[in-house]
């Protein structure tokens, strides 16, 4: 398995403005990815952090909503850039790639945003 | 890719077997079938992962009838702290999770 962890743990921000997340793994992984969980609700993907190229994204979301990063195999950010009140969610990261373990993704402790 | 139709909800009571079943009529050739399981302000956990037939980890068992058109997710004598959300997810090796609407589990005392 894997660690994961998220920084920020939990955000409140203003409309308007911006939040980076970052994503460590304990180990190197082969793909790495950012999920949306809105309150109550299933996760939905955002996009696929690829290593030293343009993040892939999902349709409905695009990049210069969502920038995201990966400069090497255990780091990843995302930015959610000028927010409204819509992206109160929880962002998650999740990895997989791990030797041995067959389309297995590990997740991170996720990052609660509140945007007033 | 194909979708996975669950209950929304199930209750249960502690020391209860419980069983939660998955649709997949469109399961595709190199699809295997996946569990997640998610607690409040955490990010889902795998539980277990199967093809065919019956898979049994210290945590569950899945079992898989041979048309593969659903799956059976069982948690044995289940306890309060078994109450999450479960997901069952079709994967295939291409690593883009769809997750559904999922099955909230609550157990009681």
């Known amino acids: 398995s894997a660690v994961i962890s998220q920084k920020p743990s939990r955000d409140i921000c203003q409309r308007g403005t911006s939040l980076t997340i970052q994503c460590q793994v304990d180990?190197?992984?082969?793909?790495m990815f950012w999920y949306r969980q809105q309150p109550g609700q299933s996760l939905t993907l955002i996009a696929t952090a690829n290593q030293g190229s343009e993040a892939t994204y999902e349709s409905g979301f695009v990049i210069d909503k969502f920038p995201i990063s990966r400069p090497n195999l255990t780091f990843s950010t995302l930015t959610v850039s000028n927010m409204s009140p819509e992206d109160s969610s929880i962002y998650l990261c999740s990895v997989t790639g791990l030797a041995g373990e067959y389309d297995t993704q590990y997740f991170g402790p996720g990052t609660r945003l509140t945007v007033l | 890719l194909a979708k996975t139709t669950q209950p929304i909800s199930m209750d249960s009571y502690e020391g209860q077997e419980v069983n939660i079943t998955c649709s997949h009529n469109n399961i595709a050739t190199n699809d295997y079938i996946t569990w997640y399981q998610q607690f409040p302000s955490q990010g889902p956990r795998f539980i277990i992962q199967g093809y065919k037939t019956k898979v049994t980890n210290e945590v569950a068992s899945l079992f898989i009838p041979a048309d593969r058109k659903s799956s059976t997710l069982s948690l044995p004598r289940v306890s309060l702290s078994d109450t999450a959300v479960y997901y069952c997810l079709l994967t295939s090796g291409t690593y883009k999770y769809i997750f559904g609407t999922g099955t909230r589990l609550k157990v009681l005392a």
């Open positions: 180990s190197q992984v082969t793909m």
